[in-house]
């Protein structure tokens, strides 16, 4: 599978290398991204801003790596930087980190702030399925390293989950032919949230090529 | 409800000059999380881009507004610009604009970048999920105007959506008593990518009130 994709490998220094780089300019950004939501600064303020800001993208922008995926040598998983649930360098994700148990259980904690909200003081009902979309995926796939591909999803809300600490765990329920059966949920302290039923394919030309 | 909430109500007037001032501030953090996504400018332009986006941080901060909900005079529909889904004021947000058609559906017409990737060249499923739940409510709550909560949803994903323009329809398929069934789904140009349907509920303190 590495090979048809082209991955690129990279080994555990430089991805540690990386990660201290790369993963603080994000923290800056998500900080950035939340001061952003409700700030009421003068219009000279904000087309100071706007113009600091374009000035860091062009920057940014000067040097751009192919958009290959790239594995990590030790652990032979995609890295997936750029995922909205748990790229280290997309602002967009929380990020979840995701533990894998050797069951193949997989979990997360993770705090979700003001820009996840939907009705005041709740996580926005979507943001909660693409997290447990997401674990649930990662438990399918044993942390993506297989092609899996959400069929279906089914999301039961309990009662509405608070901004702040949370938690997200998946396992695989069963497993038939192509098709591999996920559950799993979202909890705060006081106990689950949300639950979670997906159907996770491999899609046919993984099927054709095994 | 508007008292209950604490609405501020805002002029049509005073929505475009909040609009026009603040739209394109976060329009600039879109294009900065984009650039973020895959750069590989070196250790000092990193050092460089996040002491200028922390200063940035510190502009936005010098005055926020608070955070109560506010109602626009003429459509008497909620603002929610901070919402991660339809938020004009939220850089996570696409943002998606939702149409209203007088029979009650919605539908909205957006675009989702690399920021929203999961497998490579393809929206990650639960950025699908987020856009469907978001539209379904929208549909079931007339825009917002109603308080109702997710309460079951279900996608069935029928092929991979891919990244770039895309369209989001819902629209209410039957109400009883307290629920509200409403039906959506996700399309690109060649027809339908996502099929969702949901429960939404009318939550039991709004309920009494009624």
Known sequence: MSMDFGYDVVTAEEYDRQRSL??????????????????EVDEDTVREARAAIDAVTGMLERKQRPATAVLHEATGRPLVWAN??????NAIAPPMEIQHEDSGRCWSEFTLGAAYEGPPGWVHGGICALVLDHILGEAASDGLTQPKFTGTITLRYLRGTPLGPLRAEAYIERTEGAKTYARGYLSDAEGTTVEAE?????????????
Chains 1, 2 share one sequence.
């Open 22 to 39: 790369y993963g603080p300019l994000t923290e800056s950004l998500r900080r950035l991204i939340a001061a952003g939501l409700h700030t």
């Open 84 to 89: 909205p649930a748990v790229g280290l360098r």
């Open 198 to 210: 997906g159907v996770f394919i491999v899609p046919a030309w993984a099927r054709d090529a095994g």
